[in-house]
């Protein structure tokens, strides 16, 4: 199953990979030049498809804790000072995505939107310290009944070129649901209260919508 971002660019990759195989089948003469052409379309090829890959998952959805909204590395567990929304401390919980792992975002919790907001800005690499604030970001911030309110932030990486963000101010989210898609590289900071128990390590690999980050 592919996610609905990647559905033109699957099938523009297709068509090259195609074009390019039948170039290098008819107009290619040397046997190792043709096959290493064809090889090389269909390693792009499949490289595209597993990026754009939207496993169906069904975790433990439960208001009493807090999910991992992406596949990933734990880069980041730390206190710090929200500047954005909550102006205050904060435990942060970053995780890193490399082009391999699947760039769905999803809900990390469920909940009232409370705000939805889109920042244009610079394309640091995705661990720099200052990505988190100076990057292209969107940062969404949902009230759940038991956490309160919790805010999540899609961050671009150096690769990453468009965050694409579903959240929209007033509706519901749905823990594990779809809540957006970074293309070709990021991560995500998700900023929870100081009172929540941290259930994951530095360098943990993690799954979206399946491991438990806090309770």
Known sequence: MFHKEGHKIILGS??????????AHFF????????????????FLIAILQFFRNPKRIGMLNNEHILSPVDGKVVVIEEVFEKEYFKDK????????????????RYPLGG??????????????????KASEENERTTVVVDNEIYGE????????????RIVNYAIEGDTAVQGADGGFIKFGSRVD?????????????????KGGIDIIAD
């Open 90 to 105: 904060r435990i942060q919980v970053s995780i890193f995505m490399s082009p391999i792992n699947v760039h769905v975002t």
């Open 28 to 43: 290619i003469p040397i046997n190792w030049v043709k096959m290493l052409l064809q090889l090389t379309a269909l390693f």
């Open 190 to 206: 998700v900023f929870l209260p100081l009172d929540a128990k941290i259930k994951v390590n530095l360098n943990q690999k993690v």
């Open 112 to 129: 009232k939107i409370k705000y939805s907001k889109y920042h244009p800005g610079k394309y640091l690499v995705a661990w720099h310290p």
């Open 14 to 23: 297709f068509f090259i990979a195609a074009i390019l195989v039948l170039v």
């Open 150 to 161: 919790v805010l999540y932030r899609q961050i671009a990486g150096a690769m990453a070129k």
